[in-house]
């Protein structure tokens, strides 16, 4: 039996499974930071439950996205790793994958959008990293990749849609269930940020071993709700192109195919969240948590937060994704959002 | 040899000792949260060194402050609990006493300045404690304090005079020496912020048994470094009535007896930092370590940052003491510091 009906027989034999995150545990041991899970007494007050956030935005490149660019990259046969590697990314994967290649001693060109966050390209460029900028909503990147990977002969690392990647994004869910066990916490549901679903699908996969039958939710800005809309439909929907978010990490045109296998058979749903919902989640998680989130990484709290994933009587643990924020935009979400 | 001439024979007796730091580690575990030790590879390109950030913005409470308080709570015998507890505090301390009494069932009283940060005051009543106001230059916190103690026949929770708090802020110490230890790295020196100097008294107690050599440096506001002036008189000086700060935690008026006998023997030096150079720290913190300090919690980076303890070519272990910062304090360190 076919579960993946609509992937490639190719593709369905290269789903990452349990043991392919837990040997990117391996490979990430002593190399990727074991985020803290973070609780404050006074937000489950606020809420009336219980809130544990994995705070990934104390990962190494300050974004889970670390995890899967040194686990995907590290496993590049030896022949090919002085071509290098390529990246397309709003900025998070672009980090990532440039730190990683610079640990690992392999040339990284990043290509990102000219839109994405000063922050985001500084960063890239420091670790050494190649950045070759194009436009968001006119150029296709995935072409302006693949030209350049032919030319060098380099790898082209994914954002999302690839088993190295999921697999070490999958680590969260790996030391998420470890540590909610330390804590004595036993969650009623998880909240994952969601893009283009590397993060989610390698969690839940996690999860499934780890936490079975505790249900996970995907959360996306509402006007980038592919997932949301693509779970719900049954296959691969995509946003529309005049679909603008502050919340730059969860702009993926659409979801992944080998993600969105994994998803619709392991997820319990979606929700939406508005761009304000994000920027008053990044308030809360300052004034509580002691913690930078970007809109992206904050929409997973903003689900709990607005009682989208209800939480009041329960227990929650919410995967904060990233906070490679622009000082500006950190500073408008605590001036509009003060309490 | 009495090595603490300047205290009393009960005094010099009640100083801790490891081993009492080592019995308070028994009592917050599971209780405290063993803080993380950051780091960042950008950050420390940036200043040609290397640093590791203990970040106790993430502790219980949003500072060290809990540890102490919990510690220091937790030793009050059974027929006393009853009658509660009174701390007087700018407010980390409040916070922290009143978190911990809580926790532990005993009522708390917390006397704190008027002119508190108003995040604080909100939290210190949230847990539940009972807030008196006073004139933080006018009027004297110490005689209201032992006011109401007797009244109530409450204990006094001193902010950091106190065997049991330094004890308790000591676990600081040992956490960090294991956190280096597990990060590959030997220090060239730690920094610790300084108000009355229990954090560092105590912390310089864990080092001097677990990282015998490195040396302390406490850190100070400028206008404020009745520790860095203390240190080189040989003896306790105030600060001046006139003296003002916004790093608010820090604003003691001279150090304590208990841990200045222990800093005058512990303690390399001490350095001064402006307002201005804690607000920059903040903003560093916030861009390469996703993290939020508040002014006097970010003191011990910025003593760094500007070089007063030199980094360039070295090790640096910067215990970062708190995180509970206005928003609007925040917002401005951003838009002041953006780069």
Known sequence: MNSSPEL??????????????????????????????????????RVGGRILLKAECLQRTGSFKFRGAYNRIAQIPEDDRKNGVVGYSSGNHAQGVACAAQMLGIPATIVMPSDAPRMKIENTRTYGADVVLYERFS???????????????????????????ISGQGTIGLELAEQLAEAGAAPDAVTVCCGGGGLISGTALALEDTLPGVPVYAVEPSDFDDTVRSLEAGQRLGNPPEARSICDALLSPMPGALTFAINRRLLAGGVGVTDDEALEAMAIAFRYLKIVLEPGGAVSLAAVLTGKVPVSGRTVAVVASGGNCDPDMFASALERFPD
């Not at 350049?148 to 790898?155: D, N």
């Open 139 to 165: 150029e296709d990147r995935d072409a302006i990749s693949k030209r350049i990977a032919a030319e060098k002969g380099a790898t082209i690392i994914r954002p999302f849609d690839d088993p190295g990647i």
């Open 8 to 45: 490639t027989e190719p593709e369905a034999a290269s789903l990452p499974t349990i043991v392919d995150i837990r040997r990117a545990a391996e490979r990430l041991r002593g190399e990727a930071v074991r985020t803290p899970l973070l609780e404050a007494p006074l937000l489950n007050e």
